[in-house]
């Protein structure tokens, strides 16, 4: 019996194929967060494991950003934006997400006509 040459050790499900759609998180915990079709996937590389899927979106996950803390702790939020016009703002809080805010962008045509309305 030969052993193997090959280990995995990671796997991803479905991200989007839009950049800027990934973002690891800074501390300790460094979890992964990526989008997929509608959702927001939570990832923790050193357990190998998905940790939990943040659903809220209902289109195409665009750009996600864990929000940084002044003293440097580990980040426990995130912000999505998705095709669907969505600004979500998600707190993690022990392996469970909070939608903690949602709103609609502001959209602005390049000679400054509003298109589209904030929405809170």
């Known amino acids: 019996m030969v052993a193997p040459v090959l280990e995995t050790s990671h796997v991803f499900c479905c991200p989007n194929r839009v950049r800027g759609v990934l973002n690891w998180s800074s501390g300790p ?3 992964l967060a990526f989008g997929t079709s509608c959702s927001v996937v939570l990832y923790d590389p050193l357990k190998r494991v998905v940790v939990t899927n943040l659903n809220g979106h209902t289109a195409r996950v665009n750009c996600i950003q864990w929000i940084c803390k002044q003293d440097g702790s580990p980040s426990t939020e995130l912000v999505s934006g998705g095709s669907d016009n969505q600004v979500i703002h998600w707190e993690i809080e022990d392996n ?3 939608k903690d805010l949602f709103m609609r962008c ?3 045509t390049r000679g400054g006509h ?6 809170h």
Not at 114 to 119: D, F, K, R
Request: net charge positive; charged share 5%; aromatic share 14%.
């Open 106 to 108: 502001m959209l602005f």
């Open 114 to 119: 509003q298109i589209l309305h904030y929405v």
């Open 29 to 31: 915990r460094g979890l």
């Open 96 to 98: 469970q997400a909070m």
